[in-house]
């Protein structure tokens, strides 16, 4: 008997298979035509106009429930329970008044979720190290490459002030004394918007205007003068273990990284433990704990560095936001060392956050690399606001 003879009834028993999915659910139409698979899915609907999900087999993989649901992209579907489509022309729109996110699983995704997910999906192709934590009213922590070791260039400015603050305190010393400031401290081959102020020349200021110069301007010199008389970089790296940041790790001054540039790769923190500084410093009221530590929080807020950065997105509302940024030179590969921003969000309706993005060894221009992390502020206020 020839295998020939048989091709009919294998034809049929198939026919019957794909019958009995069929009577089940059938394939979404999309576009004239089935609707295409995206993330692996395929959108279908059963008897009842509800829509589900199921794989490249055919297999069902989310049980059709939804009203409305949009293909799979960057991990998430957003769909609905109820709803209405509304004719515009030869084309429809879905309208309800309650849409929400799913995983690949069905399972409703959580507002947090949906920030890291469009986070993870933005950063895939980019040409640079991206690290990303954002802690939501203290609750919710978002991390992307969070855990990672970073070049914090200028950021470091902001745990050296908080150094200087501890210093003062144990001292008594106030915010107004004044520091005599030597020539030869001025450096001239720095960024020093002090110096072009006041010139390369002995001069005394008091501490609240150096503090002004290294956070709110990044001035070189001024960071240096303030390591100089609070201990080095040794005392604000032992201050930052003491409580309890130990992956914030500050070996450098200003001076070392102008002579190596590599140097810069010392200075150095993970973008949690930088979120869990700022923070602790304005949520928890680190910021309160004594007057120089309030006139830095202060200061932050009036940061005038890094306005396309994470500020770029925040400019059209309410939202406040004090931040620290970082700069870095390009290295002998031709990238960028770093650019930074870190700094604390709070919006009109009552949230807030603490948000660090680093970028480190960038191939783009620098334009293109704070557009990177401006894109980013702008997916998380999206998502929080």
């Given amino acids: 008997m020839r295998l020939y003879k048989y091709i009919p009834y294998i034809v049929a028993i198939i026919i019957s ?26 959108r279908i609907v059963n008897k009842e ?24 992209e960057n991990g998430m579907s957003k769909a609905t329970y109820e709803g209405e489509s ?10 309800s008044p309650d ?24 950063i895939a192709d980019k040409d640079a190290r991206i690290g990303i934590a954002v802690i939501i009213d203290g609750k919710d922590t978002i991390s992307v490459n969070g ?34 400031i030597s020539a030869g401290e001025i450096k001239p081959d720095t960024w020093s918007p002090m110096r072009d102020r006041y010139g390369i020349r002995d ?13 709110q301007k990044s001035d070189n010199n001024a960071c240096d003068i303030l390591f100089r008389l609070t201990g080095g970089t040794q005392a604000a790296d032992s201050l930052m273990k003491t409580m309890g940041f130990n992956d914030i790790v500050i070996e450098s001054t200003e001076e070392d990284m102008h002579e190596d540039i590599y140097l810069c790769y010392l200075n150095r923190s993970t973008p949690i433990e930088m979120a869990r500084l700022f923070d602790s ?13 309030d006139a830095i929080g202060s200061m932050m807020l009036s940061c005038n560095t890094g306005n396309g950065r994470l500020p770029a997105p925040l400019l059209p509302t309410n939202a406040t936001i004090a931040h620290k940024t970082g700069t870095g030179d390009r290295n002998s590969q031709g990238r960028i060392i770093g650019v930074n ?15 660090a993005v680093f970028v480190a060894d960038s191939a783009y221009d620098m334009a293109e690399t704070e557009k990177i992390i401006a894109d980013i502020s702008e997916i998380v206020l999206s998502g929080v606001r």
């Fill in 17 to 42: 298979a794909t019958g009995c999915r069929s009577n089940r659910y059938s394939i979404f139409q999309y576009d004239n035509g089935d609707d295409y698979f995206k993330e692996g899915l395929q």
């Fill in 49 to 72: 106009g509800k829509i589900g999900f199921a794989d490249q087999k055919g297999k069902v993989i989310i049980t059709p429930q939804y009203a409305f649901a949009f293909p799979f």
């Fill in 86 to 95: 509304v004719s515009e022309g030869e084309y429809h729109r879905w309208v």
């Fill in 99 to 122: 849409w929400f996110y799913i995983d690949h699983s069905g399972n409703m995704m959580q507002s947090f979720e949906i920030i890291e997910a469009g986070l993870k999906a933005y």
């Fill in 147 to 180: 855990q990672r070791d970073f070049p914090m260039l200028s950021v470091y400015k902001f745990p050296q002030a908080l150094n200087v603050a501890d210093y003062c305190t144990r001292h008594g010393i106030s915010i107004s004394d004044s520091v005599q």
């Fill in 203 to 215: 001069l005394t200021l008091p501490i609240s205007e150096l503090l002004e110069y290294s956070l």
């Fill in 281 to 293: 410093f304005y949520r928890l009221g680190m910021r309160y704990s004594s007057p120089v530590h």
């Fill in 341 to 355: 921003d870190a700094g604390y969000v709070t919006l009109p309706n009552g949230h807030s956050y603490a948000i």
